[in-house]
Nanobody, 119 residues
Framework: QVLFVESGGGQVEPGGSLRLSCGAS????????MGWYRQAPGKQRDFVAS???????NYVGSVKGRFTISRDNAKKMVFLQMSSLKAEDTAVYYC?????????????WGQGTQVTVSS
């Protein structure tokens, strides 16, 4: 069962912007926090940002001030606006519900969307 479908990735130059989207097929969407995670080549998947059902947000330090997470409960979608992109932001980006803190809720991940920052 596909729970999350990510899109919006691509290749951009350093300093560029991208907006990622995630459609969620979970009945509890309105009640849970949602998050974005990323996995760079050869590294583990790491937390990037989360948003509660009351629109409180949390970011990993390296993206604060550059990334903005938002959600649309009516459409069961989560977004990640990324600006001032850096080479180190290159990764496959995934969304998931958040169990607590930065921990993902579901073990089933979507296919992700590739973000490549390169000149």
């Amino acid at each position: 069962q596909v729970l999350f479908v990510e899109s919006g990735g691509g290749q951009v130059e350093p300093g560029g912007s991208l907006r990622l989207s995630c459609g969620a097929s979970i009945g509890i969407f309105d009640y849970v926090s949602m998050g974005w995670y990323r996995q760079a080549p050869g590294k583990q998947r790491d937390f990037v940002a989360s948003i509660t059902n009351n629109d409180n947000t949390n970011y990993v330090g390296s993206v604060k001030g550059r990334f903005t997470i938002s959600r649309d409960n009516a459409k069961k979608m989560v977004f990640l606006q990324m600006s001032s992109l850096k080479a180190e932001d290159t990764a496959v980006y995934y969304c998931n519900a958040v169990r607590t803190g930065t921990q993902h809720m579901f073990d089933s991940w979507g296919q992700g969307t590739q973000v490549t920052v390169s000149s």
